[in-house]
């Protein structure tokens, strides 16, 4: 039967190129247009298979080569083309292999006054226009020329006609190529003149089509550099920004606003950042000859307006998913394969001494285990000597300033400081004990007696509380001369403590679960950053509480990115208000330190800080520049800052001016963080999320190759958000995400070792090594203690297996901290779940794999200017000691049969939502990649999926859906495959925490907090033991304490199963689409001009209503229509009844000479 149909197709497509026969032609694309009017595309491509397309085109060339073409059987065959071009993706190279292109033009040229004619050869020439190197050959041979003859000033003829030539130019000038040239023609001036026309004449916005049709060739042809110069001096950002004005409260005329924005934000002249270089204003001597010059920057989506594009007619989606085949490892043999030591064999010995638990006897164990001032053991060959900082000149800048301005505060400030009361909140209990705080007050003061070693400049840096209260007001300057050194162990600290600290410890409550003041204050004092950082932000000093009630992802308001590129060009036009004022820079010195009026101050110098720059643009509103990570030109996202100064319910709008990545969750419902320190001491010392009008879209700024030292140039992007601050003269701290320091880490280390029970708990913490900074890097050992000293315990205690866990290998991802920190609670928590679990297992965690970059701001990097994560293939000892050295003892573990049963590596993802896995899998990745699999050959264990199903069930923001399995070859250095690979962990997983909220299960539509983040460590740790309990080697008396005790997580997690199981699954893209498209990239395509359903639909209408007739020269037009303009194309406003809403009005048609037509 398939053979009879495609023996008859064929006969059917021999007949039209061979037949001489009028009668016989027209019967056979009357059946073809019968044929290919029904069913679904799938009867055009098989036609495209059977050679369809060049029979369409071979017919038209004898049609159209006679000397009397004959339209009868032109316009069907031309309506056919149109049909069935649009869908063959070689049709481009066709018709330039048959020579079509001259053929059509010229019957395009011969029917400029005949509009029925001329429409048809539009269609088929915005066919061959859809592919660049079609519509590159059409330019050559005058294709632009003979359009701009059709194209003409504001009418109310033939307007179907000039839209349909508006849409042929449009889709020419996609070619560069063809835009130059238009360009040197002059076209360029011309389109902006007959837009101004068809704007000012078209006041009942009936050719909004047109209109918009010459804004997408205006959006076209502006790619090219010499064409932005020529729009810039022609005033086309004024004509443009004033049109649109006149549209902004239309709802029909969006498409034209929306067109509008795309071009101005291209257009606007492109500029460097205000700064002097991109480096980052600190620098860090490495260790060796190794030069501290920034790395060698990353790939990025660059785009250099000079080069002409390739001429490739690849369709998009095809391109983009063979980009992420082409990144799958498919070599089985290197999947397959488990590298050698990447290190001598006898070195491993030295990490013996970071597992004593599997040596140790009982009383051993008690005894270690009750010695709490003895935690730190370090293996001295593991501790290398300080690296020495050089400054750069911004920060000998830093330093005088710093000096200066601390001798010029006279001491009559310090007395007078502190004066208001503060109101207590109520204690909600109080996590440390009395010896706690009396252990860490004691130290200091003992510590005290030994400093005075280091210099007076050395002494003014001592840490301070930044800031405190002075008088009813807060004054951040005031107290940054304020020693807060009394509570610091460190020998070499300044002397002397500030009574405004002192006070404010009295009043803390201790009701912050796992935090203390004290603690605090003792590790930043002993914690090294490049600038030796004395100042300590508020909300790390004081704590934070998560709030008590949830916060929705924020509903993005319609049409925010447009409005807010409106006023970014008008900044341009209209420079009448700007005031362009540096107001904090950490460069030199602060202008932020003078009393300005009507001016906010602004202040990063602290630990996890990051703001260089910032830049007050008119009254309320101010652009930030985020500092590049240390030794980098690069990774700027990671943002924590000071506030002050502000008046009350003021929108005050911040812009965030050198982002790099391409989409952001800020367009998507997330917030950035925001913590009052007047609300802090009013008992709510939360971080909450805050701000509104937020979007996240490509600016005018870029990076030229002079300012990366050499790089490709590249667009930043803008993060916008407007904040209305609940107090006046209020100090306040933003940042991307809940902030969580190296010193909060340290401090609550020392809360876990003073709360814990050795009774229970077998805790140990060890140093793995010291980082570049001269920072330690903790190691912790958690597990239960064994029962008793029988053989039989010794042995369980002993052979228990291992889970390795660790956290903020990249500092910007916070969230990563505040999820290992839930994991801790829960296992050094007395609920009878963790003691189980500390029976299973015994747990090594490195909460924080990279210490120096947390502490100074990175979001990224180490201080060697590297992604630590992607050095495990070949970790240096010197520049990446921590991961050198967790390497080493995941080595030591499994050269003695004792490798880690999972491995994971806590993250943050800045473009997704939820909790995921990425874990790793040969067949998956083989699959994915369209590879044959040898089942004899190719084995795999399917237990890496059993924890993701389980934590599934079991954590409410985890989303089994977004999990993924496959080996990447850019991931081939990350934790997750090496550890898989080489360390031969089945269960090797990264874990991604968003940053944003979750749009599945419990917290659908939430934004997440610290809560659910510390929730989602804990529920990891039940899914460990469920995941234990379900392998063969669990003891049937763990099986039967776990009994009793899983029962009511299990109707928890149905509970939380039956709610996921309504809602839909999760996209395989980021996100879905918005209410309001959002279009990163100036130069995408998301207005979908490039669809063509509407031109289906008029074909459609044309040959089913208007077959035969033809247009009359000068026709008058009675009977109007109204269609709005959606994706390029037109719907009409009159829809017959019970239809559907078509591309086209369902009116009848008796000329198309424009939008009226006389009644027959």
């Not at 840490?463 to 008088?471: A, C, F, Q």
């Not at 020693?483 to 500030?498: E, L, T």
């Amino acid at each position: 039967m398939a053979e009879q149909e495609a023996s008859g197709l064929q006969l059917l497509l021999s007949t039209l190129q061979s037949s001489q026969d009028k009668e016989m032609i027209l019967n056979v694309l009357s059946i073809l247009t019968g044929l290919l009017s029904i069913g679904t595309d799938r009867r055009i491509h098989y036609m495209i298979s059977k050679g369809g397309s060049e029979a369409l085109l071979q017919a038209l060339m004898n049609a159209a080569e006679t000397a009397q073409p004959d339209y009868s059987i032109l316009l069907p065959l031309l309506r056919l083309l149109a049909k069935v071009g649009q869908r063959d993706r070689k049709f481009g190279q066709k018709v330039q292999n048959l020579e079509a292109i001259d053929v059509t033009l010229s019957l395009a040229r011969k029917n400029l006054t005949h509009h029925l004619n001329l429409i048809h050869c539009l269609w088929v020439l915005r066919v061959y226009a859809s592919t660049i190197s079609a519509g590159t050959k059409l330019g050559i041979n005058g294709a632009m020329e003979l359009l701009f003859k059709v194209i003409t000033p504001y009418t109310k003829k033939h307007t179907r006609t000039v839209r349909a030539a508006i849409e042929v130019l449009a889709a020419l000038l996609k070619s560069k190529s063809n835009s130059r040239r238009a360009v040197n023609r002059g076209y360029l001036c011309e389109l902006l003149r007959l837009y101004q026309d068809w704007h000012r004449c078209d006041t009942s916005n009936r050719c909004i089509h047109v209109r918009r049709g010459l804004l997408l060739c205006l959006k076209h042809i502006t790619n090219i550099q010499s064409a932005r110069e020529i729009f810039l001096s022609a005033h086309g950002m004024e004509i443009l920004f004033t049109t649109a004005q006149d549209c902004l409260d239309s709802k029909p005329l969006d498409p034209i606003v929306t067109t509008v924005a795309q071009i101005l934000r291209k257009c606007y002249p492109k500029r460097p950042l205000p700064l002097a270089t991109l480096r980052s204003s600190y620098s860090f001597s490495l260790p060796g000859s190794v030069s501290s010059e920034p790395s060698q920057i990353l790939p990025e989506d660059d785009y250099d307006d000079d080069v002409e594009e390739v001429e490739k007619d690849l369709h998009s989606d095809d391109l983009e998913h063979k980009e992420e085949d082409d990144d799958l490892e498919t070599d089985v043999s290197k999947l397959n394969s488990k590298p050698g030591l990447d290190r001598p064999e006898e070195e491993l010995e030295q990490y013996e001494t970071m597992c004593p638990e599997l040596s140790l006897t009982l009383q051993e164990l008690e005894t270690e285990s009750e010695d709490k001032n003895g935690s730190e053991d370090v293996p001295g060959n593991l501790l290398g000597p300080y690296p020495q900082v050089i400054p750069n000149a911004a920060f000998r800048k830093e330093q005088h300033c710093r000096h200066i301005d601390q001798s010029a505060m006279g001491p009559d400030t310090r007395e007078t400081a502190f004066k208001t009361p503060m109101q207590n909140w109520e204690k909600k209990g109080n996590c440390t004990s009395p010896g706690l705080e009396k252990r860490a007050m004691g130290e200091s003061v003992q510590d005290a007696d030994t400093l005075g070693e280091r210099d007076d400049l050395c002494r003014s840096h001592a840490s301070t509380l930044h800031p405190l209260l002075k008088e009813a007001s807060w004054d951040p300057r005031t107290f940054r001369t304020h020693c807060g050194s009394y509570f610091s162990p460190s020998p070499v600290r300044g002397v002397g403590a500030s009574d405004i600290v002192k006070k404010l410890l009295e009043r803390h409550q201790g009701d912050i679960p796992s935090h203390s003041p004290h603690f605090y204050m003792a590790r930043a004092g002993s914690t090294k950053s490049i600038l030796d950082y004395r100042v300590l932000a508020f909300p790390d000093f004081w704590g934070h509480q998560p709030p008590p009630h949830y916060q929705s992802l924020l509903e993005r308001k319609y049409g925010v990115q447009r409005d807010k590129i409106f006023e970014d060009v008008c900044r341009l036009i209209q420079p009448g208000d700007v005031i362009d004022k540096v107001v904090f820079d950490v460069d030199g010195c602060s202008p932020s330190d003078t009393d300005a009026p009507d001016c906010l101050r602004f202040f990063s110098k602290f630990e996890s800080g990051n703001l260089r720059k910032a830049i007050q643009v008119r009254k309320f509103e101010y652009d930030l520049i985020l500092n590049a990570d240390v030794n980098t030109i690069q990774h700027h996202q990671w943002f924590y800052f000071e506030v002050s100064a502000m008046k009350p319910v003021v929108p005050y709008r911040f812009n965030i001016i050198n982002c790099e990545k391409v989409n952001s969750q800020f367009n998507y419902g997330m917030q950035p963080v925001m913590y009052s320190v007047k609300e802090a001491l009013q008992g709510k010392p939360h971080w909450i999320r805050v701000g509104y009008d937020i979007c996240y879209y490509k600016n005018h700024y870029q990076r030229s190759a002079a300012a990366a030292g050499g790089a490709r140039g590249k667009s930043y992007y803008t993060l916008t958000f407007t904040i209305k601050f609940p107090h006046g003269e209020d100090v306040c701290y933003l940042a991307y995400h809940y902030p969580y320091t190296y010193s909060a880490l340290m401090s609550y280390l020392d809360i876990v070792e003073e709360t814990r029970d050795p009774k229970k708990v077998y805790y140990r913490q060890q140093t793995l090594c010291q980082t570049l900074g001269g920072n330690p890097c903790p190691l912790l050992t958690i597990t239960a203690m064994p029962e008793s000293n029988s053989s039989i315990d010794l042995e369980q205690f002993s052979h228990r297996p291992y889970v390795v866990l660790m956290a903020r290998v990249h500092p910007g991802e916070s969230n990563a901290s505040w999820v290992m920190k839930g994991t801790m609670d829960f296992l050094m928590g007395s609920d009878p779940i963790a003691e189980l679990l500390r029976k299973c297992f015994i747990f090594k965690i490195i909460p924080m794999l990279n210490p120096d970059g947390v502490i100074n701001g990175n979001h990224r990097c180490s201080l060697s200017g590297d992604d630590l994560n992607r050095q495990w293939l070949a970790p240096s000892c010197q520049l990446h000691p921590t991961i050198y050295h967790t390497k080493g003892l995941l080595y030591y573990l499994c050269s003695i049969g004792r490798a880690p049963l999972v491995f994971c590596d806590y993250h943050g993802h800045s473009q997704k939502k939820n909790v995921f896995l990425y874990g790793c899998s040969i067949k998956e990745t083989l699959w994915q990649a369209g590879c044959t699999i040898n089942t004899a050959t190719v084995t795999e264990d399917v237990g890496y999926r059993a924890l993701p199903k389980i934590l599934d069930k079991v954590a409410p923001a985890f989303v089994m859906s977004s999990c993924s399995f496959l080996v990447e070859k850019s991931r081939e250095s990350t934790a997750r495959v090496v550890v898989w690979r080489e360390i031969g962990v089945l269960r090797s997983y990264t874990m991604e925490n968003t940053y944003c909220g979750c749009n599945h299960g419990l917290y659908k539509g939430l934004q997440i907090g610290t809560q659910e983040l510390e929730e989602m460590g804990a529920k990891f740790c039940l899914g460990l033991l469920i995941l234990q309990l379900k392998s063969l080697s669990c003891s049937k008396k763990l099986m039967a304490q776990a009994a009793a005790l899983l029962d009511p997580e299990e109707e928890i997690a149905n509970r939380w199963s039956q709610r996921s199981s309504s809602t839909s699954s999760l996209e395989t893209d980021d996100e879905p689409p918005c209410v309001e498209d959002v279009d990163y990239h100036t130069d995408s395509c998301s207005d979908q001009e490039a669809d063509f359903s509407g031109l289906d639909e008029e074909i459609q209408e044309i040959s089913l209503r208007a077959e035969g007739e033809r247009e009359e020269e000068g026709a008058s037009e009675g009977q109007t229509f109204c269609s709005s303009v959606f994706g390029g194309f037109y719907i009409s406003s009159h829809q017959a009844a019970n239809s559907k809403a078509l591309p086209l009005p369902s009116t009848p048609l008796g000329v198309f000479a424009g939008c009226e037509s006389s009644p027959a």
